[in-house]
């Protein structure tokens, strides 16, 4: 037990969000654009992604419409996979100035609001992204609370702790989430990891930087094997961002919704 609080202590003192990055919108007032543009749209570089572990990032809008050859509106939620090994990511404020500035924008059908999208976060962010209409998918399989137990079986369920929280780094404005992992060992420390994710309460990161440390850790320093890590975490903006990293190729059994999402 104290060696384990000693390993917080001293991994929660090296946490810090990289101040390098400079933010267009976050933690500030803006204005209502008219019309989208890429310019709108800010990127964010990553920094210590995993190259060796696969990811993806799944941001659902769910405020979004546009305008058809009638001017009637089209109002659907997006659902948009950005690979968690590009070198830089949207930011997430931006994203929703520039989905809302679609209001007023006209066009013929979905595919074509898909594809400008598409080419608008290339030009600023550098990565093909793929986007689609969100299509509820609930998780199926039974899955097992993690608890303060010494240690917990595995029956190869999803594990979920669903008090997470985390803190922005730009408005310190606190972010809440569920966490699933899923892993090949016959038996977890449960009470260990608990208190390592309660350990995230004040820290100050985004939550793609926050599951690819818990990723990390979970592998390294709990020594668990064939690993899966799926946070999701509750909307803001109207936007949720449910980043996955996994030993494996990412699968649709992966890309899941929650009831409170």
Not at 136 to 160: A, E, G, M, P, V
Request: aromatic fraction near 18%.
């Amino acid at each position: 037990y104290n060696t384990f609080i000693c390993f917080i202590t001293v991994f929660t003192q090296k946490r810090h969000w990289d101040k390098r990055v400079k933010i267009k919108h976050l933690g500030k007032s803006n204005k209502q654009f008219l019309k989208p543009h890429f310019s709108i749209l800010d990127s964010i570089k990553r920094y210590n992604a995993a190259k060796s572990v696969h990811g993806v990032d799944i941001w659902n809008a769910y405020e979004f419409y546009y305008l058809d050859y009638d001017f009637k509106p089209i109002h659907f939620p997006l659902e948009l996979e950005f690979p968690s090994q590009s070198k830089y990511t949207v930011e997430s404020k931006s994203l929703k100035l520039y989905l809302n500035s679609f209001y007023k924008y006209k066009a013929k059908s979905n595919l074509e609001i898909f594809k400008k999208i598409q080419t608008d976060i290339f030009k600023v962010c550098k990565i093909q992204i793929k986007i689609s209409e969100l299509k509820y998918n609930f998780l199926t399989q039974k899955n097992t609370r993690l608890k303060k137990y010494k240690q917990q079986s595995n029956s190869n369920n999803y594990f979920f702790f669903d008090g997470f929280r985390s803190v922005c780094p730009v408005t310190n404005q606190p972010d809440f989430g569920k966490i699933y992992f899923k892993t090949s060992n016959k038996k977890i420390p449960s009470e260990a990891i608990f208190n390592y994710l309660l350990s995230f309460q004040e820290h100050n990161a985004f939550h793609e930087t926050c599951i690819e440390e818990i990723y990390h850790q979970f592998e390294s320093h709990f020594l668990l094997q064939n690993l899966i890590v799926i946070g999701k975490f509750m909307r803001r903006g109207g936007i949720s961002i449910n980043p996955i990293r996994s030993f494996k190729p990412i699968s649709k059994s992966m890309i899941f919704h929650e009831q409170y999402q």
